[in-house]
């Protein structure tokens, strides 16, 4: 990818795609001392006469060879009303679903106008963002289509400098190779993704990073007590793994780190307490958590950030078969919590909680972060477009919320209220795995929330927006986390100086 910058005396020339937002507030006369934004200007003024395109948020349009202008096709993004406090995030996703529509168009020549936008160095970003991983292709097991890799050359127009825009442009393919990787990771299918090949992956990753990896195998976390990890891998011959990432600049390991902790069901069943077979296949996706947690390690890594942080991935299979937990079993923690198995479905809280519990104990975090696609209830409370997020420490809940807004993803707070604790009241444990539906998101949060102590914590559930099959994610698994993951030990670092 090659990127330079032009600034308001620009002219499409040459290009194969141009980008152009424009603002419903402000009509769109564009600036009448520029040939190319007075063509456009009139174009979208046509087009919202016709009532043919709107300029409302995120809603986008490709035209092919327009009238009086030199560019091959034109893609109009509508930034709704407002655009002083734009939104970052469905600027990047229109502008990921043109380039993806474009994908296996003739498209190497990019020139995107931002110089609109009040705030250029984020819209750069998510501009860049998006062009990127509007290349991602889920096809990758198909055996006949020629694969496409454009190698684009973007030309920005703005008024910000080469030097800045080159940052810019080298930070937002850090993050994006992240999210794309963690988006082709999640997809990968139960039958080649288990645990061990996983931990291949992770290996192949991080191999040119300064990331130190370390795995524990079955034996191991047999020693060391994971008992509620062990009990959901139990069911399938494919062993469970325990891989950590670390990566510590000063190399100091005294220095308490940032712990972020990922669920990894490379694929869930449900086990016996078996999952119907419709859309069964979507589980495939259970481990976007540990993809998250892979990709935000290896941003950090490159990006160079100061902080100590240690990226933890629990990962199983979770499987019906003659050695699988059964409900009614009692299992204990490696924290020393006995745990009743209500719903073998309810898996995901067990790995983290052991994973949680470990962490605690080994490095006494500053703080403990933990994403995962845990509960269908918090689909249903929260749908596609937010994930929820779920904290005992208001500072570090909103110091996560803050990074989710720079990095163009939503979170909404969700109670945690002592009283959801009575639905895991347990009357031969310490512990049920679940109570009944009722706030079946809060309750899956407070199981978590007995294996983390005093430590600062926050939990985000990301089975709504982390879904891909339909709806805004377009049949791509969207990589939901890295960026606010990524975001948040940049603020760290930011605060701290
Ligand atoms: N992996 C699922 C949650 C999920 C559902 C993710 C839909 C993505 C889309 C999780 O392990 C699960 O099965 N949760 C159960 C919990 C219940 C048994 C208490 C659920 O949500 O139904
Ligand atoms: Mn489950
Ligand atoms: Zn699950």
Known sequence: MKIEVKDYDWKPIDAD????????????????????????????AELQQSKEWTPSKGNSIV???????????????GLGKGNTAFDSGSFRTAV?????????????????????????????????EGILMGQFDPGVHKSSEGRVDNNFT????????????????????????????????SNEPGNLLYPEPFVREVQVASADTDLKIEVMKEKELREKGFGCLLAVAQGSCNKPRLCILEHN?????????????????????????????????????????????????????????PTRVIGIMPLVENLPGGNAQRPGDVVTAYNGTTVEIINTDAEGRLILADAIAWAVKKFQPVCLVDIATLTGACAIALGQYRAGLFS??????????????????KLWRMPLDDEYKEALESKIADLKNCGDRLGGAITAAKFLESFVGEIPW????????????????????????????????????????
């Open 63 to 77: 035209l092919l060879a327009p009238r009086g202008c030199s560019a091959r096709r034109v893609g109009l993004i």
């Open 392 to 409: 005992n420490n208001d500072k570090l809940c909103a110091q996560i919320s803050t990074a989710a807004d720079r990095g163009g993803e």
């Open 249 to 305: 600049p000063d190399s100091d390991h005294a220095k308490p780190p940032v712990v972020l902790v990922g669920k990894g069901v490379t694929f869930d069943s449900g086990g016996i307490s078996i999952k119907p077979s419709a859309s069964m296949e979507e589980m495939r996706a259970d481990k976007s958590g540990a993809c998250s947690v892979l990709g935000a390690m290896l941003a950090i890594s490159r990006l160079k950030l």
């Open 458 to 497: 926050c939990h985000i559930d990301m089975a709504g927006t982390d879904y891909f099959p339909s709806g805004i994610n377009k049949g791509t698994p969207p990589g939901f986390g890295v960026r606010t993951l990524v975001e948040f030990v940049r603020l760290l670092a930011d605060t701290a100086c």
């Open 154 to 185: 973007i030309t920005l127009v703005s008024s910000l400098g080469q030097e800045e825009t080159n940052l810019i442009a080298e930070q937002s393919k850090i993050i994006s190779d992240a999210v794309n990787l963690a988006r082709k990771l």
């Open 17 to 44: 795609l141009l980008l152009y937002p424009v603002s419903a507030e402000t009509p769109a006369t564009g600036n009448p001392e520029n040939s190319s934004d007075e063509t456009l200007s009139s174009l979208v």
């Open 96 to 128: 990921m679903n043109i380039v993806r529509s474009l994908r296996s168009a003739p498209v190497n020549r990019i020139t995107a106008v931002i110089s609109s936008i009040s705030d250029q160095e984020k819209a750069g970003r998510m501009l860049l």
